[in-house]
């Protein structure tokens, strides 16, 4: 038995460190273009379903006049068709800015940033701590420093998380067809 185990220990020592050394980096994971798919804010959330439970229920306990008091209309069906249409521009606003932002890590340290404002660059690294780095300062001098949580990053998901005074956001991302 004893012999057995020591034919074997070569193989598992050369199968241990061949397993170990397919372990991608993460900066090897992130080095590509990654189509934004969602972004996630429960403040935003919390506001919105706010402002719609409002909508759906504005003028339903009072009269003309009251409306007109409290909320300088008369024709409350007409306010709440205009509301409504802000509404919804407001959430197709977001869905073009999810569906136009794209992120190109390169292998060089500079990721392109693709929006509906156009191209800008920075310069991405990871910190000791995991978290991402996007560095204008570093590639162009000037500029700023967004430090971004990295809560999940595999070859077929890169989860971020900003965070804005009071406001978090994670903006969820998929490898973009090439």
Known sequence: MLL???RFTPLLLLSVVFL??????R???IARKWQ?????????DEVMKS?????????SHTDAASNLQQYGVTNIDSFKQMMQMNMDS????QRRVVEKTQFDF???GVV???SEDGVDSASWYFEEDGALMLDEQKLKGTGSQLRVEVVMLTDTLLNLRFRENNSTSNALFKPAKK
């Not at 170990?20 to 980096?25: G, I, L, P």
């Not at 934004?36 to 935003?44: G, K, L």
């Not at 402002?51 to 003028?59: R, Y």
């Open 112 to 114: 392109y940033i693709h």
């Open 20 to 25: 170990a050394s397919c372990k991608q980096k």
């Open 106 to 108: 390169q292998h060089n």
């Open 36 to 44: 934004e798919t969602a972004i996630q804010n429960a403040q935003m």
């Open 51 to 59: 402002q719609q439970a409002f909508i759906d229920t504005v003028g």
């Open 27 to 29: 900066e090897d994971i």
């Open 90 to 93: 407001f959430k197709a606003m």
């Open 4 to 6: 057995m185990i020591q």
